[in-house]
């Protein structure tokens, strides 16, 4: 059998989202991946999100290239329309699919081979355009399908499975996204779903390109000692820059929130706050904010994220945003309806227009 | 009748200037003034992969038949470029005419016995009479426009006429500039020399319900009239005009008056992978997409070909084709993408493909290609070429029947999947190998997940014989099935016919003007051209009814010709090759003697089996 799908069953009792929807209702056919694969805790914390935004789900795409990361766009919202393509070309399918319906919630899900090796032109045009698409790396440093090959985003004397390191530096998406001008930046780690679900709903809401790499270790071919995409380097090199909460427009923003972290981390102190408010009315606020940082501002962020990673430490959170985003549209100058929907009668000219447009090619 | 009656409206010329210099103004305008002085015309322009300075040469054709195929026979030359007047010398027929620039001395190697050399000195005019560095080289240009109107008899106020149109209004010191150079020109011609000669153009009416056009221009317009609304690309020559034209025809049909915002989102992709992507995306969202480029770009996006074939996208693709291989020679026509159209991408993989004879055909089939990819979910080619894309052709004025609708094809919108219990993407409901799509966003109900990975017919993934041979079966019946909604071949039949010319394209006009030619001699041909692909059941039978075809392509490999064997039952012994791959336009002189020579090697053959 080369395809599983789950058992039906929904327990009466399930928490409803605004729609009447469970999170079993986000879900997608069995996950194929290794038992322990970052990329499932990263399904997991999406199929969070989306209920939790109450998207619906035939109003969602999941669009994705080729390779393990690329698998998870059927591991979640079955109900939504899902676009495996070609490998290292999901933004260019996505990019065409915007521009005929810009209605739709855009997920890209990549990984670290799909895009930053073979899909890395793509990557950077459709950061350059703004698509309005939160784009997902699941990152975790190797090539799993093909056992265990260094991607480009290894970092310098990690070692694979065989003891070998690399040699190549690491292209860095984040900071590839600041440079790029990206106007949603994010890191985080498959296994920190407090930070990650916030982020993911910031994203999805973000009107533009919304870039979240995910550190996501591969259990199988670089979890060992010696990596620096395991899951026992990533906790022990995290930093935190800022605890994030997300609220849509509608929602009231409290004074202060209590994220669901701090249920099992209340030492934490209560920090500084600071709220940034989107251009669709929706606000992210992030709190223990670290006093030198500014996640507006695009050149502070790549300064401190690259002193930091002299350190070794690994920076994560919501780590830029530009409040102001004009999406590709806005740049096209499209009409406000969703362009594959226009009545013919406005797209063709007619007989009459063609006649007086003969007269100039007399 | 005498000689010289007969080369009225009967001629050939050429222009050879240096690139960048303004000449293809000048050109135009030569072309459309014969044009509007009713007279059936052509103009191929043989330009370099150059912006400034290499050599370029302008044909025009004359002919009162209609004849307008590229002819390698100039009559008269208009040699402004120092660097080639050798072999512009060189291609004059006996007894041609030689126009150059007099104000320098022309050495007297490169005289040719019957050969007139007419000397006028254009430069020396424009620099007395213009003062910036630039207008005089311009109206270098410009003056031998004038030179030529009065030698071919060329009527001035048609020209005056076609100068105030394009330079009426804000433009008017470039309209008095131009006509002063190309008074410079004329008056210089009629006072030194006899006046016209006996190639010369006389009015007719030939052209009262026709237009000058490209076949891009053409095609992007039909786009627009199909109502595509997505189009994505990636500069390449000789293409880019082609989306050029649909972004000025998109600024003035698909602009909200209110609003300013526009009804077509126009994408320059990074480079031709991420054109198709946009293609293809926009496409499985439900728009009508498409992009535009040539052979080089195909080749790029085969990968991005084979997901569309396999997971059934509607996506046009217009193939402006160039000599290849690789960069090959960028600004050349040929034909040599059929075969590479035809199966493009790894794997079993088969495309509908439309082939335009002109830019009259471009238009139309650009219509057509969204209706068959839509209604067929797959990829279609509209394989134009260099010379039909780029070059000025006079068609018949392009008619728009308001009843058209788009033919959407098996689209299931919310309401119909009410209907149904259950939808799956790729069964075969109807048994015609094409099933039914949704489009992404209009109902739960219709989701599916489209993969170019290896499929079942209710669309999960499979790595099971069976379940993979049931879907690429059934596409490839889909395909095949489509033989009959392409444009069907344009068959000109002769009783008692007992061979047959095929041919594909922009070769039309040779095979035409050939035809005629070969049937002075009293032999009979049946004439094919093929329009669409797969080939319709009429192929086979035009193929099977001739002892002996020719078929008449552009192309070394003889691409058309290993498709007719590929593609129907007819025997290798019943076609025979006319070729002709160098760059240039075919012309009725390469097909009479290709014809001939084959008959000869045929003639030959026959007696020895007998």
Same mark, same amino acid.
């Given at each position: ?13 399930? %928490?409803k ?9 986000y ?13 499932d ?55 065409g ?8 919630v ?5 990984g ?25 790396l %699941? ?72 870039m979240? /790499? ?9 979890d ?14 995290? #930093? ?15 004074a ?19 709220d ?7 606000v992210?606020r992030?709190?223990?904010?670290a ?41 096209l100058?499209?009409?406000r ?7 013919? /009668? ?17 | ?8 409206n ?14 293809? $103004? ?15 015309v ?22 009162r038949?209609g ?5 390698? &026979? ?32 022309m ?5 040719? /016995?019957g ?56 433009k008017?010191?470039?309209l008095?500039?131009?006509f ?6 004329? =008056? ?7 006046c016209?000669?006996p ?5 007719? $009416?030939?052209?009262?319900d ?5 076949g ?39 602009? =909200?008056?209110?609003?300013g915002?526009? &009804? ?13 992507g946009?293609?293809?995306g ?36 217009? /193939? ?21 159209c035809?199966?493009? $991408? ?25 209706? #068959? ?5 797959t ?37 119909? #999947?009410?209907?149904i ?6 069964? =075969? ?18 989701a ?28 490839? &019946?889909?395909?095949? @099935? ?17 061979f ?18 070969? %049937? ?32 008449v %392509?552009?192309?070394? =490999?003889?691409?058309l010709? $290993? ?19 160098? @760059? ?14 084959? #008959? ?11």
């Open positions: 059998m080369t395809h599983i799908a789950k058992p039906r069953v929904i327990h009466p009792r399930l %928490e989202n605004e729609l009447g929807l469970t999170r079993r209702d879900e997608g056919t069995m996950s194929t991946l290794c038992a322990g694969c970052g990329h805790s990263i399904t997991a914390a999406l199929v969070e999100a989306v209920w939790d935004l109450a998207v619906p789900p035939h109003r969602a795409a999941k669009l994705s290239g080729i390779g393990c990361s690329s698998k998870t766009s059927a591991y979640f919202m079955s109900q939504s329309h899902g676009f495996n393509s070609v490998h290292g070309r999901m933004p260019s399918i996505a990019a699919a915007n521009a005929a319906n810009r209605d739709l855009y997920i890209g899900i990549s670290d081979g799909d895009s930053l090796s073979i899909g890395l032109g793509q990557l950077c045009h459709a950061i350059r355009r703004n698509l309005n698409l939160i784009y997902l %699941e990152n975790n440093g190797v090539y799993g399908l093909t056992k265990g090959q260094f991607s480009a985003s290894a970092d310098v004397g990690s070692k694979s499975r065989r003891g070998v390191p690399n040699e190549q530096p690491p292209i860095d998406p984040v900071l590839l996204s600041l440079t790029l001008g990206a106007t949603f930046v994010a890191r985080s780690f498959s296994g920190d779903k407090d930070q990650l679900v916030p982020i993911l709903k910031a994203g999805i809401r973000h009107s533009g390109f919304a979240v /790499d995910v550190i996501s270790p591969c259990v199988t071919f670089n060992h000692v010696g990596s620096t995409k395991s899951y026992a380097h990533t906790r022990e090199h995290y #930093l935190e820059v800022a605890e994030t909460a997300f609220f849509e427009p509608d929602e009231v923003v409290p202060d929130y209590v994220p669901q972290a701090s249920e099992i981390t209340t030492e934490i102190a209560p920090g500084e706050t600071r940034v408010r989107m251009h669709d009315g929706s992210v992030f709190r223990h904010v006093e030198d940082y500014d996640p507006t501002n695009r050149d502070a962020a790549y300064q401190y994220i690259r002193r930091h990673q002299a350190r070794g430490e690994v920076v994560t959170g919501l780590l830029f945003v530009d409040p102001e985003s004009r999406d590709h549209h806005a740049v100058g499209t009409v309806e969703p362009l594959w929907d226009l009545p013919f /009668d406005e797209l063709c000219p007619g007989s009459e227009a063609l006649d007086a447009l003969m007269a100039n090619y007399r | 009748m005498t000689v010289e009656l007969d080369r009225v009967d001629f050939a010329f050429k222009i050879g200037t240096v690139n960048g210099t303004g000449s293809a $103004s000048a050109n135009g305008l030569l072309m459309q003034s014969i044009f509007r002085m009713g007279v059936p052509s103009g191929k322009n043989v330009f370099p992969s150059n912006i400034q300075g290499l050599p370029t040469w302008y044909e025009i054709r004359v002919n038949r004849h307008v195929a590229r002819i390698p &026979r100039f009559d008269l030359i208009v040699a402004m470029n120092p660097a080639t007047y050798k072999r512009d010398i060189e291609e004059l027929a006996p007894g041609g005419w030689l126009l150059h620039d007099s104000s320098w001395p050495a007297d190697t490169l005289r040719r /016995d050969v007139t050399f007419i000397g006028v000195p254009l430069a020396e005019i424009c620099v007395s009479e213009f003062e910036a560095a630039r207008e005089r080289i311009l109206m270098k240009n410009i003056a031998y426009t004038g030179a030529l109107a009065a030698l071919l008899d060329i009527d001035m106020e048609v020209i005056r006429t076609l100068l105030e149109e394009t330079f009426g209004g804000r008017k010191h470039l008095d500039s131009n002063t150079a190309i008074k410079l020109g004329y =008056d210089y011609v009629r006072t030194h020399y006899d016209p000669l190639i010369r153009v006389a009015p007719m $009416s030939a052209n009262d026709s237009i000058l056009i490209d891009n221009t053409a095609a992007g317009l039909g786009c627009v009239f199909a109502g595509a609304t997505v189009a994505a690309w990636y500069p390449i020559t000789p293409s880019t005009s082609l989306v050029d034209g649909f972004t000025a025809f998109a600024k003035r049909f698909r602009v =909200d008056e209110e609003t915002l526009s &009804r077509v989102a126009i994408i320059q992709a990074e480079d031709e992978l991420a054109a198709a946009i293609t293809i926009a496409g499985w969202a439900g728009a009508r997409a498409f992009t535009s480029t040539s052979g080089a770009g195909i080749s790029l996006m085969g990968e991005f070909l084979g997901l569309a074939y396999y997971a059934e996208v509607p996506s046009v693709f217009f /193939d402006i084709e160039r000599v290849g291989p690789s960069t090959g020679m960028p600004t050349r026509t040929q034909q040599g993408d059929l075969l590479l035809a199966y493009a $991408s790894h794997g079993d993989t088969k495309h509908i493909c439309l082939y335009p004879r002109d830019p009259a055909e471009c238009f139309e089939f650009a219509v057509t290609a969204f209706d #068959l990819a839509e209604r067929y979910q990829p279609v080619f509209v394989l134009s070429d260099l010379d039909i894309g780029m070059n000025d052709w006079v068609v018949p004025k392009l008619r728009w029947d308001d009843r058209y609708r788009p033919d959407r094809g098996k689209v299931l919108d919310a309401d119909d #999947l009410e209907k219990e259950k939808f799956y993407r790729y069964l =075969d409901v109807d048994g015609d190998g094409i099933p039914y799509r949704t489009v992404p966003g209009e109902s739960p109900k219709g599916y997940f489209t993969r170019g990975s290896g499929h079942t017919k209710y669309g999960t993934y499979t790595e099971d014989s069976d379940e993979y041979l049931e879907v690429v079966d059934r596409l490839l &019946r889909k395909i095949n @099935g489509a033989a009959d909604a392409v444009p069907a071949p344009e068959i000109r039949s002769r009783p008692e016919a007992r047959g010319l095929v041919s594909i394209g922009g070769c039309d006009g040779a095979v035409r003007e050939a035809l005629d030619e070969l %049937e002075e001699e009293g032999e009979r041909y049946d004439y094919m051209r093929v329009r669409g692909f797969p080939f319709s059941q009429d192929v086979t039978r035009f193929l099977e009814a001739h002892e002996m075809n020719f078929v %392509e552009q192309n070394r =490999d003889a691409q010709k $290993s498709l007719l064997l590929l593609e129907t039952t007819v025997g290798k012994e019943r076609l025979a090759s006319v070729l002709s791959y160098g @760059g240039l336009p075919m012309s009725a002189h390469h097909v009479v003697s290709g014809v001939r020579e084959r #008959l000869g090697v045929g003639v030959q053959q026959e007696g020895a089996s007998a």
